[in-house]
């Protein structure tokens, strides 16, 4: 159950308990999905594939369940407000031209370049996660829609590599923030 609790976390650009669960599934399945997909699209490098669809199994609920969660939750859909809300593009290029001054964006569930760069993420990495598992069931005679092998192996393929850029933006920033002492990794602290 969601309290006045769980909103006065986003008020003080901290995330609630199930936030940071949330977000701890989706870093270490995502990022073992992509970097397994680029051992085997890349590098031809099919030793960990094995494992690729039942991480991908796991990555598909845990996204349903986080989409679940950020929808009928107060702070999820405040969080999703900051993400997707395109009034928000003032405060997102603000924070770009903060950046190429030298200063870092804002962080955490406020609007902005972070937000922005967290959704867009979050969106892309659902889409290739979702059509991936569409492409799977289809393959594996669980459903009927060959469009869906094409659609789901292409994502996966062309969506890799931007999936790549923003996982190494998303970890440059993270280190970028720490190596300037600021509490960015608060997102795993579970006080």
């Known amino acids: 159950m969601v309290t006045a609790k769980s909103l006065s976390y986003l008020e003080a ?27 085997a699209l890349w590098l031809q490098s099919f030793t960990l594939f094995a494992w690729h669809t039942l991480v991908g199994i796991f990555l598909t609920v845990w996204l349903a ?3 679940l969660v950020y ?45 922005y760069w967290q959704g867009a993420f979050f969106l892309l990495a659902s889409w290739v996660t979702f059509s991936g598992f569409g492409a799977w069931l289809v393959m594996e005679g669980y459903l009927t829609a060959p469009g869906l092998t094409h659609l789901g192996l292409s994502s996966m393929r062309l969506g890799t590599p931007l999936l790549l850029y923003f996982w190494l933006g998303h970890v440059f920033m993270a ?3 720490a190596a300037r002492r600021q509490p960015l990794w608060n997102i795993f602290s579970w006080r």
């Open 71 to 115: 929808l009928f939750t107060p702070w999820g859909r405040r969080l999703l407000w900051n993400w997707y809300w395109p009034l928000h593009w003032r405060e997102t290029f603000q924070d770009l031209g903060r950046l190429f001054r030298g200063g870092l964006p804002q962080y955490g569930p406020r609007p902005g370049l972070s937000s």
């Open 13 to 39: 650009g901290r995330f609630p308990p199930l936030a940071r669960l949330l977000h701890l599934g989706l870093v270490l399945a995502f990022s073992f999905e992509l970097l397994n997909s680029i051992l």
């Open 175 to 177: 280190i970028y923030h």
């Open 65 to 67: 369940l986080s989409w």
